[in-house]
């Protein structure tokens, strides 16, 4: 059994992957938006006529809000990922839901989103219990490892697409730290599922 269907039946209140029988891919991109890597991200997509889920940082939409624009713009759909990447584990409940709502205003000047991914995967039970009455919390099936630069990018590829199913949830950075592997990466998994006849869509 998948990592993510054992988490699936421990964290049942989580998204790790959605259930279908269909060829669709849901990939999501963590910690922009960033000038060059969230538009290299865009332009990629757009080739394949792929769509995704950005799980932004607040701070990062402040600082760049014209990205965060185009991706709305090129028909993707957002989600909360805290206002400073938070790890929920090391931050107190009251300051971390706090970082939560300020990343959430910052987004719903621009767009209505009801998604939710704890940096690192990492947070305490009082903090899911608040945010999942407003949001869902999205994890993922397939971690890319993009992020780690001593994860040999070949690899990184070849184990991206060995654990990719029907509707997995596909974890990738539009950051500076991934772009070793993401540059490699992204361009062949999308061109690698396209002629395998799967569709990209946002998650809904």
């Not at 990629?44 to 990205?67: M, Q, W, Y």
């Given at each position: ?55 932004c940082v607040g701070e990062n939409i402040k600082k760049h809000p014209e990205i965060f ?32 709502r300020q990343c959430q205003d910052t987004i719903e000047t621009f767009a209505v989103s ?91």
């Amino acid at each position: 059994m998948r990592i993510s269907k054992i988490l699936n039946i421990i964290f049942p209140k989580y998204l790790w992957q959605v259930d279908t029988s269909e060829k669709v891919i849901y990939l999501t991109f963590d910690d922009g938006p960033v000038p060059d890597y969230t538009e290299f991200v865009l332009s990629e997509l757009d080739k394949f006529k792929a769509k995704a889920t950005f799980f932004c940082v607040g701070e990062n939409i402040k600082k760049h809000p014209e990205i965060f624009q185009k991706i709305l713009i090129n028909g993707h759909k957002v989600g909360n990922h805290t206002h400073n990447h938070l790890k929920g584990w090391n931050t107190d409940n009251g300051l971390y839901l706090e970082n939560f709502r300020q990343c959430q205003d910052t987004i719903e000047t621009f767009a209505v989103s009801h998604f939710f991914r704890p940096p690192y995967g990492r947070i305490k039970r009082k903090q899911a219990s608040e945010i999942l009455k407003t949001h869902k919390i999205v994890m993922w099936s397939v971690l890319t490892r993009d992020y780690d630069k001593d994860y040999e990018k070949e690899r990184c590829l070849k184990n991206a697409i060995r654990k990719t199913e029907n509707g997995a949830i596909v974890l990738f950075h539009d950051s500076e730290k991934a772009w070793k592997n993401l540059s490699y990466v992204l361009p062949r998994y999308l061109e690698y599922f396209s002629e395998k006849g799967y569709s990209f869509e946002p998650l809904a």
